[in-house]
């Protein structure tokens, strides 16, 4: 189990970059696949980006391809979605979500399969 502290949400115009954080203090870090979920309000969650425990390999739902980029650092344990060109269809609660796999490489695209999540950090986006 790992535990993880979402953080850099914020209120931003149409346009603007904004950078989420996704931090831990487990030691095993490096041995989960990480993703990113969000949920907007009367929505159901859904898969932003994801990256394997290596870093090597990432995949982005089609909506946010080129927008977004997830990276991960394991040497201090941490995670980050850079996104870039926010729409207000991005308004949403991001969460940060790990996934134990024995894969260096697979990169985890289905909520079931997360079990340690963060608290979530609101982004919201004005017209």
């Known amino acids: 189990q790992v535990q993880l502290v979402d953080s850099g949400g914020g209120l931003v115009q149409t346009g603007d970059s904004l950078t989420l954080s996704c931090a831990t203090a487990?030691?095993?870090?490096?041995?989960?696949?990480l993703a990113w979920f969000r949920q907007a309000p009367g929505k159901e969650r859904e898969f932003v980006a994801g990256?394997?425990?290596?870093?090597?390999?990432?995949w982005y739902t089609d909506s946010v391809r080129g927008r977004f980029t997830i990276s991960r650092d394991n040497a201090k344990g941490a995670a980050y979605l850079q996104m870039n060109s926010l729409k207000p269809e991005d308004t949403a609660v991001y969460y940060c979500?790990?996934?134990?796999?024995?894969?260096?490489?697979?990169?985890?695209?289905?909520?079931?399969?997360?079990?340690?999540w963060g608290q979530g950090t609101q982004v919201t986006v004005s017209p």
């Open positions: 979500a790990a996934a134990s796999v024995g894969s260096q490489i697979a990169v985890v695209v289905t909520s079931h399969e997360y079990v340690d």
């Open positions: 487990g030691r095993t870090f490096s041995n989960y696949a």
């Open positions: 990256v394997s425990r290596s870093g090597t390999h990432t």
